[in-house]
């Protein structure tokens, strides 16, 4: 092991044990209910469907269903529904899973032609015995429930993927390359739910299914506790069970920030070069108290309350100078 890495390990775990001391006494972000938070700056319109919904006390669960099939529809939300990018092979493969406040859940993963793969995951939750639908599965299992088959490439997605066939360039998922859509919402009955939804990484290898359709790696709801969602690689979420490791350390007495950090600094520990990766949490308690973390800038998320509407840059492990 380097003495940078045994530093950073020792570091991490100070700061883990202050945050959990603190995390008693400060409420960052303290809202109440009802809150939707979601990431990203596409959350901002997501945001406000989901709001129309908790703003007439309405579900959590119905909330982040109607939230995130705004970006799923939007063609200029290249990173998530209708207008993604594709994969390597020009196909535009789809994710989601959806998770209510009793431990019910749904997910689809490598699902194509379907505009809305949320809507897709929540019936597989309610329509099904079953958690996850795959591939060509899922596909008749949505068209079985009256979902359509469209072509979800766009021209100007198809464009650019001709173009990285020539360059083969592959761009970090940051600012400048957006993925997943994650959101979690308290409602007025004070129950949780949450949503991701994505394409995936741009130009992935056929088949790769990330952590955004996976329960407790892209998306954990505990009802008692809190919810998490997650952004960046999802082969990193997938390693870590990352966002039931937030909500699990809320559960010890971590803020929502606390929570996101921790598990953040978690991964870089053990990645070493954590410097050529992102990872970023975004986290909701039973409080209403909303927080998240990052290893590299950029990574920004949209909140929606009674006081209006906000778009937070995360704080991140890799702070750029000022």
């Known amino acids: 092991m380097s003495t940078n890495r045994r530093d950073f390990l020792k570091l991490s775990a100070i700061a883990g044990a202050l945050g959990l001391v603190s995390a ?31 703003s007439q006390n309405g579900r959590a669960l119905d909330a982040v269903e109607a939230g995130v099939r705004v970006p799923e529809a939007d063609p200029e939300v290249r990173t998530v529904g209708y207008g993604g990018y594709p994969d390597a092979k020009g196909i535009v493969t789809l994710d989601a899973c959806i998770m209510d406040d009793n431990m019910n859940c749904g997910s689809v993963a490598f699902l194509q032609n379907i505009k809305h793969p949320i809507s897709v995951a929540r019936k597989v ?9 795959v591939g060509q599965g899922a596909l008749d299992f949505a068209k079985t429930q009256g979902f359509v088959e469209e072509d979800l490439l766009t021209p100007e997605s198809k464009a650019d993927w001709q173009r990285w066939l020539k ?26 739910s949450g949503a991701c939804t994505t394409s995936g990484a741009a130009y992935k290898m056929h088949g790769r299914v990330g952590d ?31 966002c039931h490791l937030v909500v699990e350390l809320m559960r010890q007495g971590a803020s ?46 949209a909140v ?13 492990l890799l702070q750029v100078p000022a």
Not at 30 to 51: D, L
Not at 174 to 184: A, C, K, S, V, Y
Not at 280 to 299: D, P, R, T, V
Not at 304 to 316: E, H, V, W, Y
Request: proline share 3%; with cysteine.
């Open 256 to 301: 929502p920030e606390q929570a996101c950090k921790q598990a953040v600094e978690r991964i870089a520990a053990k990645l070493g070069d954590y410097k050529a990766f992102q990872v970023g949490f975004l986290a909701l308690n039973k409080q209403g108290e909303y927080g998240a973390y990052c290893i590299q800038s950029g990574f920004n998320y």
């Open 167 to 192: 360059e083969r360039e592959v761009k970090m998922i940051n600012i400048e390359n957006h993925d997943t859509i994650g959101m979690l919402a308290l409602d007025s009955a004070g129950n949780l």
């Open 24 to 54: 008693k006494t400060v409420a960052k972000n303290k809202v109440g209910k009802p809150v939707v938070v979601s990431t990203w700056e596409h959350g901002t319109p997501a945001n406000e469907a989901a709001w129309k919904i908790l």
């Open 125 to 133: 939750m309610e329509n099904t015995p079953h958690v996850m639908l």
């Open 212 to 242: 955004s359709p996976l329960i407790g790696a892209g998306l954990y709801v505990d009802n008692e506790i809190g919810a998490a969602t997650a952004t960046g690689m999802g082969e990193l979420m997938i390693k870590t069970v990352g």
């Open 304 to 316: 929606r309350n009674q006081q209006g509407a906000k778009l937070i840059d995360a704080d991140s």
